[in-house]
């Protein structure tokens, strides 16, 4: 069994102001940006390649700014491999009480909406088409009765297609974050990621090396498992920040199998969201400078 189609997407049930800012012309098309609503800042963490750890990137971020006593969402976008729900320990129905979908909400209090709470079961795959992925991504935006939030995060999909695409031209983002591994491979797709994001006008925050290295057992000497870093070569030639090189941690690895990723803390994570919160200050000083 697939996931029902999706209902047209709606405006932000707490609406800030009543009209969205203005139309921008892409690729020939007039494109409308949603409007935030209640949500200050608007985030997308990705990587343009699978397997490097975005959505657990996502996860310890949104929690570490939960644990600070910031407002934070999270909307997975990876809509046919979501792992938002897995990570947090939480399972739907979602549900409308009138005011929009009231979005899941996990033990530390951040609300998470996912195509994986449409669905029967964990196991069930979501069949979709573009056109329906989309559709549901701008539902998850601007249906969802999300409340004031200090940040929203969206757990992007794998690649430049579709997905990445409509959230870049429809969704008010005030930055992305790139999450990628050290082998030569992974920082290859990253670029046409960042890429992509520098050429639709979306500011790049940072990058964020996942896998970066293991403690030994030992002496807690750091080993590079999958060789040296390609972090500080990527940052230099995008000029952002490299905020965060996180650890293989069989201690985190558990936690997301359990369902329990609010629960794992660690100075690498605490040093990622100071890291995060300077680059979203910088960029913000940045754009008050232009204007």
């Not at 007039?30 to 975005?54: E, N």
């Not at 609010?262 to 680059?279: G, H, I, K, M, Q």
């Amino acid at each position: 069994m697939t996931a029902s189609e999706p209902p047209a997407p709606t405006a932000p049930a707490s609406s800030g102001p009543s009209q969205p800012p203005g139309p921008r012309r892409v690729a020939g098309s007039v494109l409308q940006r949603m409007d935030k609503g209640t949500i200050r800042r608007v985030v997308a963490v990705g990587s343009g390649k699978g397997g490097v750890g975005k959505s657990a990137a996502t996860a310890l971020l949104a929690a570490e700014l939960r644990r600070r006593g910031l407002a934070v969402g999270v909307l997975d976008a990876d809509v046919t491999g979501p792992s938002q729900p897995k990570l947090f320990g939480l399972s739907g129905p979602l549900v409308d009480r009138g005011e929009g979908i009231e979005p899941a909400r996990s033990a530390g209090g951040v609300p998470v909406v996912s195509s994986q709470f449409l669905v029967e079961d964990e196991q069930t795959p979501v069949i979709w088409r573009g056109p329906l992925v989309t559709r549901l991504i701008l539902q998850f935006f601007g249906g969802v009765n999300w409340g004031p939030l200090d940040y929203l995060l969206i757990d992007m999909p794998p690649g430049t297609s579709d997905v990445p695409l409509t959230v870049f031209q429809s969704v008010p983002l005030d930055g992305m974050v790139f999450v990628f591994t050290p082998p030569e491979l992974s920082a290859m797709i990253v670029r046409k990621a960042m890429n992509m994001a520098r050429d639709l006008h979306v500011p790049l925050l940072g990058i964020v090396e996942n896998m970066a290295w293991v403690a030994c057992p030992h002496c807690a000497t750091q080993i590079r498992l999958f060789g040296e870093t390609h972090a500080t070569a990527v940052a230099r030639e995008y000029d952002v920040p490299v905020i965060a090189e996180l650890p293989v941690d069989p201690a985190l690895a558990r936690a997301a199998d359990e369902g329990r990723i609010e629960s794992y803390t660690s100075d690498a994570v605490a040093r990622y969201a100071d890291a995060f919160l300077a680059s979203i200050e910088a960029q913000e000083q940045r754009r008050l400078t232009v204007l």
